[in-house]
């Protein structure tokens, strides 16, 4: 069983401009780049969870989006020597009521099913309470919330909650917690 670092897209890995699905748009967030080596170096699959309701919306295609993927995991490539193991994104809007739309936690199930990933050794990486909900449905033992501008993270029964204020924050964190 391998332990797992699941991250949010945007906010997390770039920039949060709200809809990004083009690549003129996609700017990585400061410190990703260190925290990937960091958490491959110590042997962490590498997995995107991401609502992309633009989809549905009909903002952009599910084609756009992989490609945008492909040229996200291009860049982390060139950089790093490695990309995320696997990118999996729920194309609903909220309404839809779907399982893989978080806080609900298809999305890691359906990692559970394709990858032997132990939860209690793992982490998720998140921006908005939805992510950390997420987690916590999914159990997934360790929960970063990165916080704007002085705002906490206020939800009940949210176990192994660290929040942070930037990614390099994330590292320390890890590196102190001997995961």
């Known amino acids: 069983m391998?332990?797992?670092?699941?991250?949010?897209?945007?906010?997390?890995?770039?920039?949060?401009?709200?809809?990004?699905?083009?690549?003129?748009?996609?700017?990585?967030?400061?410190?990703?780049?260190?925290?990937?080596?960091?958490?491959?170096?110590?042997?962490?699959?590498?997995?995107?969870?991401?609502?992309?309701?633009?989809?549905?919306?009909?903002?952009?295609?599910?084609?756009?989006?992989?490609?945008?993927?492909?040229?996200?995991?291009?860049?982390?490539?060139?950089?790093?020597?490695?990309?995320?193991?696997?990118?999996?994104?729920?194309?609903?809007v909220p309404e839809e009521n779907c399982r893989c739309r978080k806080p609900q936690s298809g999305m890691i199930e359906s990692a559970l099913h394709d990858f032997r990933i132990d939860l209690s050794r793992s982490l998720l990486i998140g921006d908005k309470p939805t992510d950390i909900q997420c987690a916590q449905e999914g159990n997934v033992a360790q929960k970063f919330f990165i916080t704007k501008q002085d705002c906490s993270l206020q939800l009940p029964n949210i176990t192994n909650l660290h929040q942070v204020q930037n990614l390099g924050q994330i590292g320390a964190i890890i590196r102190n917690l001997q995961l």
């Open 2 to 92: 391998q332990k797992c670092a699941f991250f949010d897209r945007d906010g997390v890995i770039n920039i949060d401009k709200g809809y990004v699905y083009q690549k003129k748009d996609f700017l990585f967030c400061e410190g990703i780049f260190t925290l990937l080596e960091l958490l491959k170096e110590r042997g962490f699959l590498l997995i995107v969870v991401t609502n992309q309701s633009g989809i549905n919306r009909g903002y952009y295609t599910q084609e756009q989006v992989e490609l945008l993927h492909k040229f996200m995991q291009e860049q982390i490539y060139l950089k790093l020597g490695f990309c995320f193991d696997r990118i999996y994104f729920c194309p609903h």
